[in-house]
C-alpha cells in the first residue's frame, strides 16, 4: 500500500477523535469558502462546492455550518479572504511532498511551512520540483472486516463502474480511478452496500521511497506537524514506511 494510503487511513481514524472536529471543521470551512467564490453557492451547479460538501457531510458538519460558510464567500455574510497556494519540497530521505493550501497571509504561511520543513530534515523547494511524481486520482479504501463479499465480487463491482485498479492488503482492499470518474465509482461501491473508510481524490505518487529509522520516525512527525497546521488542507508525500511504525504514530 502506498504512503499516501497509509497515511490516509491514519488521518482518518484520528478525525474521528472529539479533539480534532474543531481543526476539521475549520479546514473544509475553508475549502467551501474557496469552491463557493469560484463557482457561486449553489452546489447543483458547482461541481466542486458538491464534493466539498459531501466531504464536509462526511465528518459529520452540520448544515448550519455549511449554509452559513456558503453565505460567507457569496458576500451575504462576512468573511475572511483566502489565497490558494500549492507548496512542495523534500522530506527526510529524499522524500516529496505536496501541500495544498489555503491562507489569509501567504507571507506569514510560508515561514511557518519552511521552518518545519526545517525542524523535520526536510526544506521547502521550488515550484514544480516534485509534482511530476504524483498523479490525481480517486482513492477509495474499504475495510475488510465485516464486509460478506470477497476479492472477486468487489473487483467486479469497481471495474465495471469504471475504476482502473483495485489491490488488497491486509486488513483493506483500495480501489484507484480516473479522477473524473471517482463520483461514478463511488456512487456504485456505496449501493452494492460498501462503505469505504477512505473516499477522495487526492494526489497519488507515481512511485515511493522506502523509509526507516530515523528518517521514518522524521516523516511522521513532518506529517503530523503539516496536518496540525490550520492553513494546510492536504498533504502528499511519496513515502513508504512499516504498518508497525506508522501504527504506533
Same mark, same amino acid.
Request: net charge negative; with cysteine; glycine share 10%.
Given at each position: 500500500?502506498?504512503?499516501?494510503?497509509?497515511?490516509?487511513?491514519?488521518?482518518?481514524?484520528?478525525?474521528?477523535?472529539?479533539?480534532?472536529?474543531?481543526?476539521?471543521?475549520?479546514?473544509?470551512?475553508?475549502?467551501?469558502?474557496?469552491?463557493?467564490?469560484?463557482?457561486?453557492?449553489?452546489?447543483?451547479?458547482?461541481?466542486? /462546492?458538491?464534493?466539498?460538501?459531501?466531504?464536509?457531510?462526511?465528518?459529520?458538519?452540520?448544515?448550519?455550518?455549511? &449554509?452559513?460558510?456558503?453565505?460567507?464567500?457569496?458576500?451575504?455574510?462576512?468573511?475572511?479572504?483566502?489565497?490558494?497556494?500549492?507548496?512542495?519540497?523534500?522530506?527526510?530521505?529524499?522524500?516529496?511532498?505536496?501541500?495544498?493550501?489555503?491562507?489569509? &497571509?501567504?507571507?506569514?504561511?510560508?515561514? @511557518?511551512?519552511?521552518?518545519?520543513?526545517?525542524?523535520?530534515?526536510?526544506?521547502?523547494?521550488?515550484?514544480?520540483?516534485?509534482?511530476?511524481?504524483?498523479?490525481?486520482?480517486?482513492?477509495?479504501?474499504?475495510?475488510?472486516?465485516?464486509?460478506?463479499?470477497?476479492?472477486?465480487?468487489?473487483?467486479?463491482? =469497481? /471495474?465495471?463502474?469504471?475504476?482502473?485498479?483495485?489491490?488488497?492488503?491486509?486488513?483493506?482492499?483500495?480501489?484507484?480511478?480516473?479522477?473524473?470518474?471517482?463520483?461514478?465509482?463511488?456512487?456504485?461501491?456505496?449501493?452494492?452496500? /460498501?462503505?469505504?473508510?477512505?473516499?477522495?481524490?487526492?494526489?497519488?505518487?507515481?512511485?515511493?521511497?522506502?523509509?526507516?529509522?530515523?528518517?521514518?520516525?522524521?516523516?511522521?512527525? /513532518?506529517?503530523? =506537524?503539516?496536518?496540525?497546521?490550520?492553513?494546510?488542507?492536504?498533504?502528499?508525500?511519496?513515502?513508504?514506511? @512499516? @504498518?508497525?511504525?506508522?501504527?504506533?504514530?
Amino acid at each position: 500500500m502506498s504512503g499516501h494510503s497509509k497515511w490516509a487511513n491514519i488521518k482518518h481514524r484520528k478525525g474521528k477523535q472529539d479533539s480534532q472536529r474543531a481543526k476539521i471543521f475549520t479546514k473544509i470551512g475553508k475549502e467551501i469558502i474557496i469552491a463557493a467564490k469560484q463557482g457561486g453557492g449553489d452546489p447543483e451547479v458547482n461541481a466542486r /462546492l458538491k464534493v466539498v460538501i459531501q466531504k464536509a457531510r462526511g465528518v459529520n458538519m452540520p448544515m448550519d455550518n455549511i &449554509n452559513r460558510t456558503i453565505q460567507k464567500a457569496t458576500g451575504e455574510l462576512a468573511g475572511v479572504n483566502y489565497e490558494e497556494i500549492t507548496y512542495e519540497g523534500y522530506g527526510p530521505g529524499g522524500t516529496a511532498v505536496m501541500l495544498d493550501i489555503l491562507t489569509d &497571509n501567504r507571507n506569514r504561511t510560508a515561514g @511557518d511551512i519552511r521552518h518545519l520543513f526545517s525542524k523535520f530534515g526536510g526544506n521547502l523547494g521550488e515550484a514544480g520540483c516534485v509534482a511530476w511524481m504524483f498523479k490525481k486520482q480517486g482513492v477509495m479504501t474499504i475495510d475488510k472486516e465485516g464486509l460478506g463479499k470477497d476479492h472477486d465480487e468487489i473487483m467486479m463491482i =469497481a /471495474l465495471d463502474a469504471g475504476a482502473e485498479d483495485m489491490t488488497e492488503e491486509e486488513e483493506t482492499f483500495e480501489i484507484t480511478c480516473a479522477m473524473e470518474d471517482f463520483e461514478t465509482v463511488e456512487a456504485a461501491v456505496r449501493e452494492a452496500g /460498501l462503505n469505504p473508510s477512505v473516499a477522495e481524490v487526492t494526489m497519488v505518487p507515481e512511485n515511493t521511497v522506502a523509509l526507516e529509522g530515523d528518517d521514518a520516525v522524521k516523516m511522521l512527525k /513532518l506529517m503530523d =506537524a503539516l496536518e496540525d497546521h490550520d492553513d494546510v488542507q492536504d498533504v502528499y508525500a511519496n513515502f513508504d514506511i @512499516d @504498518d508497525e511504525v506508522l501504527n504506533n504514530q
